[in-house]
């Protein structure tokens, strides 16, 4: 066989196996999507009964590929964690981070996963701003998106959305758990603010 040809059939095979890498990629880019589930307190488990002094409870919730979500309430301040069990839930990094306002979870988790393999959950929050009082004395509340990274590994929050300081926060979360949650070190690598800040994101980051 000529050289020349031989040469041009040798670029030609690799410029294939490149495309073919390339549309694999594509493939595995489009495998990531979300699904949904209840945390409303009718879908779930109570564990024990609420705390007659300060009002404290605590509720399991059936979530995805055999997690769980543990959302615990106490003084009006909840925090929610995902694992195999009750047990592991509790014990992970996520069920440690209480902001300082009152605050509370919405019923709906996203979960953000590759194929059948959730690796994040999307939860949107509203945190109470005690500077801004409604007609009856009590404080309104602030909108975000948090971003909590799953196992394998530790369970603990990856990214903050302000939701009214960004009108594509559901897209800036989910881009935030595709890119960020999965090499996120917990207890290493500071949460991150994505998008425009505002005011929950300041009244959850404040210390």
């Known amino acids: 066989m000529h050289r020349g040809l031989m040469m041009t059939r040798i670029a030609s095979l690799w410029l294939a196996l490149l495309l073919m890498g390339t549309g694999l990629d594509r493939a595995g880019a489009q495998s990531l999507g979300s699904s949904y589930t209840s945390t409303a307190p009718k879908d779930c ?4 009964k609420p705390g007659e002094l300060d009002g404290s409870t605590t509720r399991v919730c059936p979530g995805k590929n055999g997690l769980l979500v543990l959302i615990a309430e106490d003084d009006l301040r909840e925090v929610v964690s995902v694992g195999r069990n009750r047990k592991l839930a509790a014990e992970e990094p996520a069920a440690k981070v209480w902001f300082g306002p009152f605050n509370s979870s919405e019923t709906t988790a ?5 194929g059948a393999k959730p690796f994040a959950i999307i939860q949107r929050w509203h945190i109470a701003d005690g500077t801004d009082l409604d007609k009856q004395g ?3 509340t602030k909108a975000m998106l948090v971003v909590t990274r799953l196992p394998p590994g530790p369970v603990c929050h990856v990214a903050y959305v302000d939701a009214v300081a960004n009108p594509n926060a559901n897209e ?3 881009t935030a758990a595709d890119e960020a949650a999965r090499g996120f070190r917990c207890g290493k690598d500071e949460v991150k603010i994505i998008g425009a800040s505002g005011r929950a994101v300041e009244l ?3 210390r």
């Open 172 to 174: 800036l979360a989910r």
């Open 204 to 206: 959850a980051t404040r």
């Open 138 to 140: 009590r404080p309104n």
């Open 45 to 48: 488990r109570q564990i024990g």
């Open 110 to 114: 996203e979960w953000r996963a590759s």
